[in-house]
């Protein structure tokens, strides 16, 4: 699974099956649950780690068939008053779709056009960042039901959005389209605050190693990265792992590092954290296997 992680670290799956339309999504969730063989969804894998000893289940991505971008008039964008509504699916990059909001002069997205990964990765985890989050944007989700029989739609207030997370973590319902709510804006004045943004963090991380983002989630009333090297761990090495000197908030791949290496790592820093300041880190990289 290094290959389909953006950590480019991990073991194997027992397979990795790429869905294309929502009727194949439900067929393979039945077989997976009338053979109860483990599943899970994969998105752009930018924030899920594989232990190298490997996951005994089914990888299921969601393939370019979910990635239109829709609206019901010619157009591809409808207004309801203030209110711009845009329907995509699931599995287009955060990137790409800031892109094509700006080209159609819509804003609110500003905030996500540098996070990586995909668009039902980030509503499944309510990614976030520069004061905004997912759930000030989604207006509601289709989605399916972990075993392939049921579709809903899930509103806003449904989703329960919290700090990097919401109920599909629970449920277990995977989004195949998300409806965003935007509004109409300055398609160079977006384009000027996209650039800020992303110029901030380039700067600030290390986009240049492979990594699951932030891989801390932030403790109330503190700073992970702020914990981390206030405990002298900026530049830590395990293996090929190791925690960045540009910010240390992240675990990065410098180059042949093992699931086994980042999972030291990470442990050799919440403990060391917690020793020190009484504070215990909760990851925010999905674990599996």
Known sequence: MSKYTSFRAGGKALALVEVENTDQLKAVLRFAD???ITHLMLGNGSNT???DSGYDGLAIKLGEGFGEVHADNPSRWFNDGDEYVVRCGASIL????????QLNSLTGFEFASGIPGSLGGAVFMN???????????VKSVRAVSPDGLTEKAFTNEELEFRYRGSALQQNDYIVTEVTLSLKKGDREEIAAQMKELNAKRNAKQPVNYPSAGSTFKRPEGYFAGKLIEDAGLKGLTVGGAQVSTLHSG???NRGGATATDILQLIAMVQNTVY???GVMLEPEVRIIG
Do not use: N, P, R, T
């Open 94 to 101: 955060m990137s790409s779709l800031a892109k094509m909001l």
């Open 49 to 51: 780690l594989f232990k």
């Open 250 to 252: 992240f675990v990065i």
């Open 34 to 36: 009338e053979e109860k």
């Open 127 to 137: 990614a976030g960042a520069y004061g905004g989050e997912m759930k000030d944007i």
């Open 275 to 277: 020793d020190k300041f």
